[in-house]
Protein backbone atom coordinates (compact mmCIF):
# COMPACT_ATOMS: atom_id res chain seq x y z
CA UNK A 1 0.00 0.00 0.00
CA UNK A 2 1.37 3.27 -1.09
CA UNK A 3 0.88 6.01 1.51
CA UNK A 4 3.17 8.84 1.39
CA UNK A 5 3.64 9.28 4.88
CA UNK A 6 2.24 7.31 8.64
CA UNK A 7 -0.13 10.30 8.65
CA UNK A 8 -1.85 9.60 5.70
CA UNK A 9 -1.67 5.59 6.83
CA UNK A 10 -3.26 6.23 9.85
CA UNK A 11 -6.07 8.09 7.66
CA UNK A 12 -6.54 4.99 5.33
CA UNK A 13 -6.60 2.97 8.23
CA UNK A 14 -9.83 4.54 10.02
CA UNK A 15 -11.41 4.89 6.53
CA UNK A 16 -10.83 0.76 6.26
CA UNK A 17 -11.81 0.63 9.71
CA UNK A 18 -15.18 2.57 8.83
CA UNK A 19 -15.80 0.16 5.34
CA UNK A 20 -15.54 -2.51 7.69
CA UNK A 21 -17.80 -1.93 9.57
CA UNK A 22 -20.41 -0.78 7.01
CA UNK A 23 -19.86 -3.93 5.22
CA UNK A 24 -20.16 -5.96 8.62
CA UNK A 25 -23.34 -4.51 9.52
CA UNK A 26 -25.02 -5.90 6.62
CA UNK A 27 -25.28 -9.02 7.87
CA UNK A 28 -24.91 -8.17 12.00
CA UNK A 29 -27.82 -5.80 13.52
CA UNK A 30 -26.20 -3.99 16.65
CA UNK A 31 -23.15 -5.85 18.44
CA UNK A 32 -21.68 -2.06 17.74
CA UNK A 33 -18.83 -1.95 20.61
CA UNK A 34 -18.70 -6.09 19.70
CA UNK A 35 -17.58 -5.62 15.96
CA UNK A 36 -15.40 -2.39 17.24
CA UNK A 37 -13.02 -4.67 19.70
CA UNK A 38 -13.25 -7.49 17.38
CA UNK A 39 -11.58 -5.49 14.63
CA UNK A 40 -9.10 -3.68 16.96
CA UNK A 41 -7.51 -7.03 18.04
CA UNK A 42 -7.04 -7.77 14.56
CA UNK A 43 -5.08 -5.02 13.62
CA UNK A 44 -3.44 -4.73 17.36
CA UNK A 45 -2.48 -8.72 16.41
CA UNK A 46 -4.07 -10.22 19.39
CA UNK A 47 -6.90 -12.93 19.94
CA UNK A 48 -10.41 -12.47 21.06
CA UNK A 49 -12.62 -14.42 23.29
CA UNK A 50 -16.35 -13.85 22.63
CA UNK A 51 -18.67 -14.83 25.51
CA UNK A 52 -22.53 -14.53 25.21
CA UNK A 53 -25.20 -17.35 25.60
CA UNK A 54 -26.22 -19.43 22.74
CA UNK A 55 -27.76 -17.88 19.72
CA UNK A 56 -26.65 -14.25 19.70
CA UNK A 57 -24.79 -14.36 16.17
CA UNK A 58 -20.93 -15.02 17.45
CA UNK A 59 -20.19 -17.87 15.13
CA UNK A 60 -22.21 -15.50 12.43
CA UNK A 61 -19.93 -12.15 13.33
CA UNK A 62 -16.48 -14.30 12.60
CA UNK A 63 -17.26 -16.13 9.50
CA UNK A 64 -18.39 -12.57 8.22
CA UNK A 65 -15.23 -10.68 9.61
CA UNK A 66 -13.56 -13.38 7.30
CA UNK A 67 -15.43 -13.20 4.31
CA UNK A 68 -15.13 -9.19 4.29
CA UNK A 69 -11.37 -9.29 5.19
CA UNK A 70 -10.83 -11.78 2.34
CA UNK A 71 -8.97 -14.10 4.41
CA UNK A 72 -9.04 -17.95 5.17
CA UNK A 73 -11.59 -19.04 7.39
CA UNK A 74 -11.62 -22.65 9.60
CA UNK A 75 -14.29 -23.52 12.11
CA UNK A 76 -13.30 -25.93 14.97
CA UNK A 77 -16.30 -27.35 17.07
CA UNK A 78 -14.53 -27.83 20.56
CA UNK A 79 -16.23 -31.41 22.20
CA UNK A 80 -15.01 -33.45 24.94
CA UNK A 81 -13.82 -35.83 22.74
CA UNK A 82 -11.54 -33.39 20.67
CA UNK A 83 -7.43 -34.78 20.16
CA UNK A 84 -4.64 -32.14 19.83
CA UNK A 85 -3.86 -33.83 16.88
CA UNK A 86 -7.13 -33.27 15.41
CA UNK A 87 -6.50 -28.86 15.69
CA UNK A 88 -2.66 -29.07 14.98
CA UNK A 89 -2.56 -32.27 12.09
CA UNK A 90 -0.63 -34.92 12.60
CA UNK A 91 2.28 -37.43 10.97
CA UNK A 92 0.95 -39.95 8.02
CA UNK A 93 2.58 -42.59 6.46
CA UNK A 94 2.92 -40.83 2.59
CA UNK A 95 3.16 -42.77 -0.43
CA UNK A 96 6.60 -43.16 -0.52
CA UNK A 97 6.94 -44.82 2.43
CA UNK A 98 7.65 -41.59 4.72
CA UNK A 99 6.19 -39.69 6.78
CA UNK A 100 4.24 -36.50 5.78
CA UNK A 101 2.95 -34.07 8.55
CA UNK A 102 -0.96 -33.84 7.54
CA UNK A 103 -1.68 -30.09 8.71
CA UNK A 104 -4.66 -29.16 10.71
CA UNK A 105 -7.28 -26.59 10.82
CA UNK A 106 -5.19 -24.58 12.59
CA UNK A 107 -3.39 -23.49 9.30
CA UNK A 108 -5.46 -20.64 8.20
CA UNK A 109 -5.84 -16.95 8.55
CA UNK A 110 -8.81 -16.73 11.10
CA UNK A 111 -9.71 -20.02 13.15
CA UNK A 112 -12.79 -19.59 15.09
CA UNK A 113 -12.70 -21.98 17.93
CA UNK A 114 -16.23 -22.57 18.94
CA UNK A 115 -16.93 -23.58 22.25
CA UNK A 116 -13.24 -23.01 23.42
CA UNK A 117 -14.52 -24.53 27.33
CA UNK A 118 -15.77 -27.59 25.74
CA UNK A 119 -12.88 -29.84 25.45
CA UNK A 120 -10.11 -30.80 27.84
CA UNK A 121 -7.12 -29.06 29.11
CA UNK A 122 -5.24 -31.30 26.81
CA UNK A 123 -6.23 -30.09 23.28
CA UNK A 124 -6.51 -26.34 24.60
CA UNK A 125 -3.31 -26.61 25.43
CA UNK A 126 -2.36 -27.19 21.84
CA UNK A 127 -3.99 -23.78 21.09
CA UNK A 128 -1.57 -22.02 23.34
CA UNK A 129 1.37 -22.31 21.11
CA UNK A 130 -0.14 -21.27 18.34
CA UNK A 131 -1.37 -18.53 19.72
CA UNK A 132 1.75 -17.43 21.44
CA UNK A 133 4.36 -18.23 19.23
CA UNK A 134 2.26 -18.25 15.56
CA UNK A 135 3.77 -21.63 15.23
CA UNK A 136 3.02 -25.50 16.13
CA UNK A 137 5.23 -28.59 17.03
CA UNK A 138 4.36 -31.86 15.86
CA UNK A 139 7.02 -34.79 16.98
CA UNK A 140 9.96 -32.34 17.44
CA UNK A 141 9.11 -30.31 14.66
CA UNK A 142 8.22 -26.53 14.26
CA UNK A 143 5.94 -25.45 11.41
CA UNK A 144 5.34 -21.71 11.13
CA UNK A 145 1.04 -20.80 10.97
CA UNK A 146 -0.17 -18.70 7.80
CA UNK A 147 0.48 -14.46 8.51
CA UNK A 148 -1.92 -13.19 10.08
CA UNK A 149 -3.24 -15.32 12.27
CA UNK A 150 -6.15 -14.99 14.71
CA UNK A 151 -7.98 -17.37 17.30
CA UNK A 152 -11.61 -15.82 17.74
CA UNK A 153 -12.68 -18.18 20.05
CA UNK A 154 -16.58 -18.58 21.53
CA UNK A 155 -17.54 -19.34 25.05
CA UNK A 156 -20.80 -20.02 26.42
CA UNK A 157 -21.02 -18.23 30.27
CA UNK A 158 -23.70 -20.42 31.55
CA UNK A 159 -21.73 -22.88 33.65
CA UNK A 160 -22.99 -26.62 32.21
CA UNK A 161 -22.38 -29.93 32.42
CA UNK A 162 -19.43 -30.81 30.53
CA UNK A 163 -17.32 -27.68 30.23
CA UNK A 164 -13.34 -27.13 31.14
CA UNK A 165 -13.13 -23.51 32.58
CA UNK A 166 -9.88 -22.35 30.74
CA UNK A 167 -6.69 -22.00 32.67
CA UNK A 168 -5.57 -18.31 33.33
CA UNK A 169 -2.45 -18.84 30.90
CA UNK A 170 -4.44 -20.02 28.38
CA UNK A 171 -7.18 -16.54 28.93
CA UNK A 172 -3.79 -14.30 29.11
CA UNK A 173 -3.00 -15.33 25.39
CA UNK A 174 -6.45 -13.62 24.70
CA UNK A 175 -5.88 -9.81 24.11
CA UNK A 176 -10.00 -9.22 24.60
CA UNK A 177 -12.79 -10.48 26.10
CA UNK A 178 -15.70 -9.42 24.71
CA UNK A 179 -18.91 -9.96 26.45
CA UNK A 180 -22.38 -10.03 23.91
CA UNK A 181 -25.89 -9.17 25.39
CA UNK A 182 -29.32 -9.71 24.28
CA UNK A 183 -29.99 -7.16 21.48
CA UNK A 184 -32.75 -4.75 21.70
CA UNK A 185 -36.07 -5.00 21.34
CA UNK A 186 -35.43 -2.78 17.92
CA UNK A 187 -32.52 -4.79 17.12
CA UNK A 188 -34.35 -8.22 17.40
CA UNK A 189 -37.43 -7.07 15.51
CA UNK A 190 -34.76 -6.70 12.45
CA UNK A 191 -32.73 -9.86 12.87
CA UNK A 192 -35.94 -11.31 13.18
CA UNK A 193 -37.07 -9.72 9.54
CA UNK A 194 -33.68 -10.05 8.32
CA UNK A 195 -33.65 -13.66 8.67
CA UNK A 196 -37.22 -15.52 8.24
CA UNK A 197 -36.89 -14.70 4.42
CA UNK A 198 -34.62 -15.06 1.70
CA UNK A 199 -31.62 -12.54 1.78
CA UNK A 200 -28.97 -12.90 -0.78
CA UNK A 201 -25.90 -10.63 1.22
CA UNK A 202 -23.22 -8.88 -1.56
CA UNK A 203 -20.04 -8.72 0.86
CA UNK A 204 -16.99 -7.41 -0.55
CA UNK A 205 -13.74 -7.83 0.48
CA UNK A 206 -12.53 -4.81 2.31
CA UNK A 207 -8.85 -5.71 2.97
CA UNK A 208 -6.26 -8.27 2.07
CA UNK A 209 -3.86 -10.26 4.35
CA UNK A 210 -0.90 -8.01 2.92
CA UNK A 211 -2.76 -4.78 3.71
CA UNK A 212 -3.77 -6.37 7.72
CA UNK A 213 -0.01 -7.11 8.19
CA UNK A 214 0.60 -3.53 7.30
CA UNK A 215 -2.02 -2.20 9.48
CA UNK A 216 -0.32 -4.49 12.28
CA UNK A 217 2.65 -2.59 11.95
CA UNK A 218 1.70 0.97 11.76
CA UNK A 219 -0.15 0.61 14.81
CA UNK A 220 3.29 -0.16 16.66
CA UNK A 221 4.67 2.68 15.16
CA UNK A 222 2.22 5.30 16.48
CA UNK A 223 3.54 7.12 19.24
CA UNK A 224 2.44 7.63 22.58
CA UNK A 225 2.86 9.86 25.60
CA UNK A 226 4.48 9.10 28.52
CA UNK A 227 1.79 10.07 30.82
CA UNK A 228 -0.47 7.61 28.74
CA UNK A 229 1.54 4.81 28.66
CA UNK A 230 2.52 5.69 32.58
CA UNK A 231 -1.02 5.23 33.01
CA UNK A 232 -1.80 2.50 31.32
CA UNK A 233 0.59 0.47 33.37
CA UNK A 234 -0.19 1.64 36.37
CA UNK A 235 -3.99 0.61 35.76
CA UNK A 236 -2.52 -3.34 35.39
CA UNK A 237 -0.24 -2.64 38.49
CA UNK A 238 -3.27 -1.49 40.75
CA UNK A 239 -5.27 -4.56 40.02
CA UNK A 240 -2.54 -6.96 42.15
CA UNK A 241 -3.42 -7.52 45.18
CA UNK A 242 -1.09 -6.32 48.41
CA UNK A 243 1.14 -4.65 46.06
CA UNK A 244 2.42 -1.23 46.54
CA UNK A 245 -0.01 0.46 44.24
CA UNK A 246 -3.01 -2.11 44.79
CA UNK A 247 -6.57 0.12 45.91
CA UNK A 248 -8.09 -0.73 48.79
CA UNK A 249 -11.22 -2.37 46.83
CA UNK A 250 -8.65 -4.87 44.78
CA UNK A 251 -7.23 -6.12 47.99
CA UNK A 252 -10.20 -6.80 49.42
CA UNK A 253 -11.89 -8.24 46.96
CA UNK A 254 -8.90 -9.70 44.31
CA UNK A 255 -7.12 -12.81 44.56
CA UNK A 256 -4.95 -12.38 41.32
CA UNK A 257 -4.25 -9.47 38.99
CA UNK A 258 -3.19 -8.91 35.45
CA UNK A 259 0.65 -9.67 34.14
CA UNK A 260 2.58 -7.66 31.89
CA UNK A 261 0.78 -8.38 29.07
CA UNK A 262 -2.31 -6.09 30.64
CA UNK A 263 0.13 -3.58 29.98
CA UNK A 264 1.21 -4.33 26.50
CA UNK A 265 -2.37 -5.13 25.33
CA UNK A 266 -3.64 -1.68 27.05
CA UNK A 267 -1.30 0.39 24.98
CA UNK A 268 -1.72 -1.80 21.96
CA UNK A 269 -5.40 -1.46 22.01
CA UNK A 270 -5.01 2.40 22.92
CA UNK A 271 -3.06 3.13 19.85
CA UNK A 272 -5.44 1.38 17.55
CA UNK A 273 -8.80 2.71 19.57
CA UNK A 274 -7.25 6.12 18.77
CA UNK A 275 -6.47 5.03 15.08
CA UNK A 276 -9.71 4.43 14.23
CA UNK A 277 -11.25 7.20 15.40
CA UNK A 278 -9.01 9.38 13.26
CA UNK A 279 -6.52 10.73 16.15
CA UNK A 280 -2.59 10.35 15.51
CA UNK A 281 -1.93 9.72 19.27
CA UNK A 282 -3.97 7.68 21.98
CA UNK A 283 -4.79 9.57 25.25
CA UNK A 284 -6.06 8.55 28.62
CA UNK A 285 -9.56 8.54 27.27
CA UNK A 286 -8.58 5.40 24.64
CA UNK A 287 -6.83 3.14 27.30
CA UNK A 288 -10.20 3.51 29.64
CA UNK A 289 -12.31 2.78 26.35
CA UNK A 290 -10.67 -0.88 26.11
CA UNK A 291 -9.54 -0.93 29.63
CA UNK A 292 -12.73 -3.47 30.79
CA UNK A 293 -11.98 -6.03 27.68
CA UNK A 294 -8.26 -6.23 28.39
CA UNK A 295 -8.78 -6.66 31.96
CA UNK A 296 -11.67 -8.18 32.69
CA UNK A 297 -10.59 -12.07 32.28
CA UNK A 298 -7.15 -11.33 33.90
CA UNK A 299 -8.44 -10.34 37.22
CA UNK A 300 -9.91 -13.06 39.75
CA UNK A 301 -11.97 -12.69 42.14
CA UNK A 302 -12.10 -14.06 45.21
CA UNK A 303 -15.36 -15.13 47.79
CA UNK A 304 -16.03 -12.09 49.46
CA UNK A 305 -16.70 -10.38 45.84
CA UNK A 306 -18.75 -13.07 44.29
CA UNK A 307 -20.60 -12.78 48.21
CA UNK A 308 -21.48 -9.36 47.73
CA UNK A 309 -21.81 -9.54 44.35
CA UNK A 310 -18.77 -7.55 43.49
CA UNK A 311 -18.38 -7.94 39.42
CA UNK A 312 -14.89 -7.43 37.56
CA UNK A 313 -16.41 -4.55 35.99
CA UNK A 314 -17.14 -2.68 39.28
CA UNK A 315 -13.26 -3.35 40.16
CA UNK A 316 -12.37 -1.76 36.82
CA UNK A 317 -14.47 1.38 36.70
CA UNK A 318 -13.09 1.80 40.45
CA UNK A 319 -9.37 2.20 39.35
CA UNK A 320 -10.11 5.08 36.47
Not at 76 to 104: H, W
Not at 129 to 150: I, W
Not at 250 to 279: E, M, T
Amino acid sequence: MAYKSDVEAVDGLAQSYADLKSEIGKVIIGQDEVVKNVIISLFSNGHSLLVGVPGLAKTLLVSTISEVLDLDFKRIQFTPDLMPSDITGSEILGESRKFEFNKGPLFTNIVLADEINRTPPKTQAALLEAMQERSVTVSGVRHQLPKPFFVLATQNPIEQEGTYPLPEAQLDRFMFNIPLDYPTYEEEIEVVKGTTKVVEYDLKHVLTGEQILYFQNLIRKIPIADNVLEYAVSLATKTRPNTARATDKVNNYISWGAGPRASQYLVLGAKCHAAIKGKYSPDIEDVQAIANYVLRHRIVRNYKAEAEGITEEDVIKSLF
